[in-house]
């Protein structure tokens, strides 16, 4: 009789690990299962504790294969996997023991569903729960542009086979390319339930940021098909008229101002920067930059006050370029000279993708956050309500997705041109690209300075953190 479910165990070196992953299958109160285990050339202890399961579990199939990555170990189980649905378990983590019987109940009684993911706990390095994950009401929620997890999500075989699988093109997030090809073209389920146990740890994959950036770079340009012209717009006032302005001041090797347009200038699909002041100063230094990108323009002085908003601004200065053709405006500050450009053009995509009219460039904050009610400090969400309550004791922290902080942390905002002078602002779909702590690092005041002078000084150290 074939298998109803696979669940394939992906390992690398998590022989401390992998006992609990694999334990947590074999237990499984739905029995019409296979496992497949994938260690991707294991330099650790791993193969022996394997080797001493299929011992103990001779239906259990085992494939040590010689470090080819996450991708293609993916698709190697997609090929020998026999069952009707398909799990990936990272070897680090573990599911709950009627996970598959519920998941794949569930599928069952939604015939249209192709790919269903549950809600989760996050554990530390020796199992004990951090927090209860609660992911969005994905019957009510209209903007889908947080995906599921790349692990414990249950597809239908076949539907993964015919869509081309994994794509063997990128070695992470696979969870956001596969949730880019499914959630327009099929159903796709979240059950608001914890089924599994994610751990984070300092050696998962998740912590290497530069790799997910990347990949994740990749991923978005792959799934954005329109073609767009961008310009990016970039407001100072400059020493003349803001005494405490370091526009042209040193930071590290180069001066503030650079850091900004440089940024700016790598991504191809902005076409123009707009360099708009009243300073002459900064008008005459962009223009010995020659940069052919740059267009400095002279701001008047009524829209250089303190209390102008930057964006009425930036649509006087665009209704003066009547030649320039352009789709969106990216808004761009200097005081976050450490942008990474590949964030920007994550957010050009995203605006792309999902049809939005602005994007945020921000930082998620996991902080308590109260507001005062007059009474007394009041928690703003649940998560802050839940860790005050907490304080002390043993009970799990829930966080909710939708009730998730995002700080603008004032790095960029991207505008679709088409709703840049609309004057229904309540009405706007935004969305968001998360920015990695560099890049939302932002230089507020003389002790901000200081401390960016120091990473400025040693960038390529603090790139890699």
């Known amino acids: 009789m ?10 690398y070196n998590y ?25 991707d050339g294991s330099t650790d202890d791993s193969k022996k504790i394997i080797n001493l399961y299929t011992q103990k579990y ?21 090929k020998i996997a026999r069952g009707k649905y398909i799990l990936r378990l990272d070897a680090d983590d573990w599911l709950d023991r009627n996970a598959i019987e519920i998941m794949y109940n569930k599928m069952e009684k939604n015939k249209n569903v192709e790919l269903l993911f549950p809600d989760y706990y996050e554990v530390d390095k020796d199992d ?36 081309g699988g994994y794509d063997e093109n990128f070695n992470c997030q696979d969870g956001v390319e596969i949730w880019l090809r499914f959630y327009k073209k099929f159903k796709v389920m979240n059950l608001n339930l914890p089924l599994f146990y994610y751990r984070r740890h300092g050696e998962n994959l998740t912590v290497n940021k530069k790799k997910i950036l990347d990949n994740r770079n990749r991923i978005l340009s792959k799934h954005n098909n329109k073609k767009f012209n961008a ?3 970039i407001p100072i006032r400059g020493k003349k008229y803001d005494k405490f302005s370091q526009d042209l001041t040193k930071l590290g090797n180069k001066n503030l101002i650079d850091w900004t347009i440089d940024s700016l200038s790598k991504v191809k699909t902005i076409s123009h920067i707009l360099i708009s002041s009243p300073d002459e100063n900064i008008l005459k230094y962009v223009k010995k930059l020659k940069n052919k990108k740059i267009i400095p323009i002279k701001r008047t002085l009524e829209l250089s006050t303190q209390g102008v908003i930057i964006e009425d601004s930036m649509i006087d200065t665009l209704k003066r370029l009547k030649k320039i053709k352009f789709d969106y ?58 860790r005050i309550l907490s304080s002390g004791s043993k009970k799990i922290n829930v966080r909710i997705e939708s009730e998730e902080i995002y700080k603008d942390c004032g790095s960029f905002i991207i505008y679709d041109k088409k709703h840049l002078y609309s004057k229904k602002k309540n009405k706007l779909k935004i969305g968001h690209e998360n920015l990695d702590y560099l890049s939302a690092y932002q230089i507020d005041n003389h002790f901000d300075w200081l401390i960016a002078d120091k990473i400025a000084k040693d960038y390529k150290v603090f790139e890699n953190l």
């Open 58 to 78: 001779p239906s259990l199939i085992c494939r040590f294969n010689n470090n080819q990555g996450l991708i293609k170990s993916c698709n190697t189980a997609l």
């Open 329 to 386: 405006v990216v808004m761009s500050k200097l005081n976050n000279p450490f942008r990474n450009n590949k964030h920007i053009e994550n957010a050009l995509n995203l605006i792309n993708i999902f049809e939005l009219d602005r994007v945020f460039g921000v930082y998620v904050e996991n902080k308590i956050y109260f507001r005062h009610d007059g009474n007394t400090l009041k928690p703003l969400r649940y998560y802050d309500t839940s």
């Open 128 to 163: 004990n729960v951090l927090h209860t994950i609660r992911r969005h009401d994905f019957i009510k929620a209209k903007l889908l542009d947080v995906p599921a997890h790349g692990a414990c999500t249950l597809f239908r075989k076949k539907t993964l086979l015919v869509n």
């Open 231 to 233: 310009l990016a717009y």
């Open 15 to 39: 022989g401390r690990f992998i006992s609990k992953a694999i334990e947590s299958c074999v237990s499984q109160s739905f029995k019409q299962i296979e496992i497949i285990i994938i260690d």
């Open 2 to 11: 074939l298998p109803k479910v696979t669940i394939y165990i992906l390992n």
